[in-house]
């Protein structure tokens, strides 16, 4: 059984501060890995991808890559009360549809 | 709009009524996903297509459940004989084919089984 595991949370953070978000999987050979941001009764969001170890950024977001400990984490710098949202982990290998985490809840507070 | 479509939008059906609902993906993308999603959890897969082949069912999914992808371009998901569990988020997703490529999803079906 794949598994990718999130904390819940919530992940409460004041205004500019950096959020950091984690999530773990089961599958070592999982290939592909994403992060989408849900607005409540929204459909999720992509927000970043990243298939290789190390970092990748993009604008606010940085997403962080570990195959070694099946780790993968989302830092939101300068987080904003519009960042408030249900972040969504997935993870896929080639040819395979993407697993879910259940969600991690953030609330930016102003 | 060239996003996935998704109809309808909202869904209040009685229990032991069938629907149906479809999903229209990204045009040039071959991959498309169902998912179910309910309060507090993240998206459960059901099921995926290439093209017209549906090459996976999750086996969590009830045999009330169908999937068609009628020459690989729009998708239907239909339940049979609905039941109040069946309440949910109904998302579609697409992709492209290849390695290490990106699903977006839809705006969603919100069924209410009463």
């Known amino acids: 059984q794949k598994e990718v595991e999130q904390n819940s949370g919530p992940l409460s953070v004041p205004e500019g501060a950096i959020a950091s978000l984690n999530c773990t999987y089961s599958d070592r050979v999982s290939q592909s890995f994403f992060w989408y941001r849900q607005y409540s009764g929204k459909s999720p969001e992509l927000i970043m991808s990243?298939?290789?170890?190390g970092d990748k950024e993009d604008g606010r977001f940085t997403a962080q890559l570990n195959k070694a400990s099946q780790y993968v984490s989302l830092l939101i710098r300068d987080s904003q009360p519009s960042d408030s949202a249900t972040y969504l982990c997935?993870?896929?290998?080639?040819?395979?549809?993407?697993?879910f985490g259940k969600g991690t809840t953030l609330s930016v507070s102003s | 709009d060239t996003g996935v479509s998704q109809n309808p939008r909202h869904k209040i059906t009685k229990r032991g009524q069938n629907v149906t609902f479809r999903c229209d993906p990204i045009s040039e993308h071959n991959r498309l996903y169902w998912y179910r999603q309910t309060l507090g959890q993240g998206p459960e897969f059901l099921t995926y297509f290439q093209n017209e082949a549906q090459l996976e069912k999750s086996r969590l999914l009830s045999d009330r459940f169908s999937a068609e992808r009628p020459k690989g371009s729009f998708s239907t998901l239909e339940i049979q004989r609905t039941e109040q569990g069946d309440s949910a988020m109904y998302l579609c997703?697409?992709?492209?084919?290849?390695?290490?490529?990106?699903?977006?999803f839809g705006q969603g079906t919100r069924l209410t089984v009463v």
């Open positions: 990243i298939y290789s170890n």
């Open positions: 997935a993870v896929n290998q080639a040819g395979t549809a993407l697993i």
């Open positions: 997703a697409s992709s492209l084919r290849q390695m290490n490529t990106e699903a977006f």
